[in-house]
């Protein structure tokens, strides 16, 4: 039986419901039910936001999903019908996953506990960068960190990064209601970007040193240049 679903598409600076059928899983795959999909706040916001007329056909977004098998394909092994599962997929009604390689990104089925629900899960590949910066940066206990950018990944950071014992943390973004947040998450200090210069305030708040590792979490390429106006000699960024 034919099924139709819709999916989003992304192409000439605009984005576009269209319909789709529902795909049959092959070998060692599966066909997940999505109910939720993570949006991108960098890659997929700045290729709308730098979208022209001019670019390819439209094309399907997205890369975080969660939702539940309907079917699972020949040679599937860990997972049935009913499971609830964080995979790789577009923004779209349906999405196939391939199980043949688990150490591949673009795949990464996992089982959400029932603890969570779908829309937390889908959080986990935000948290995912998060971590993967914060263990990169090796940070040392009483480090000092500047974090710019107080969204999603931001956040996450400056939680990570105080549990590895840094201080003081500082974090800057231009919306207040984030700088709430952060300073409720565990920012030692915050900086409004919109008042104030962040690298020099951030330079006072370490003394004049500057930040021993800095973190951008913004999907701004313009934020590159004070982060290392705020980084101290030798700094991690």
């Known amino acids: 039986m034919s099924v139709r679903g819709q999916r989003l598409l992304l192409g000439g600076g605009r984005v576009t419901l269209a319909d789709h059928e529902r795909p049959d899983p092959g070998p060692n795959q599966l066909l997940v039910r999505v109910t939720r999909s993570q949006v ?14 001019h670019e390819p056909t439209p094309r ?34 349906y999405c196939l996953v391939d199980t043949s390689d688990p150490d591949e990104w673009r795949s990464y089925p996992q089982h959400i506990p029932d603890g969570l629900t779908d829309e937390q ?6 948290g995912d960068v998060a971590l993967h910066g914060v263990r990169r940066a090796n940070l040392q206990i009483d480090e000092s960190v500047a974090v ?41 200090h915050t900086v409004d970007g919109r008042g104030a210069d962040a690298p020099a305030a951030i330079r006072e708040i370490t003394g004049g040193k500057g930040a021993e590792t800095v973190f951008d979490c913004t999907p701004i390429a313009q934020v590159l240049q004070p982060c290392m106006a705020a980084a101290a000699s030798g700094a991690r960024s």
């Open 60 to 93: 399907p977004t997205g890369y975080t999903t969660a939702g539940r098998i309907e079917k699972v394909g020949p040679g599937v092994e860990g997972f049935r019908p009913g499971d609830r599962v964080l995979a790789y997929g577009n923004h779209a009604t």
């Open 121 to 126: 899960a889908c959080f986990a590949v935000l």
């Open 148 to 188: 710019f950018g107080a969204g999603v990944v931001g956040q996450l950071t400056l939680q990570l990064a105080r549990l590895s014992g840094a201080h003081p943390v500082v974090v800057t973004d231009l919306v207040e209601s984030r700088l709430a947040l952060a300073r409720r998450n565990g920012a030692t």
């Open 40 to 53: 991108s706040a960098g890659s997929e916001i700045n290729a709308f936001r730098t979208g022209s007329a």
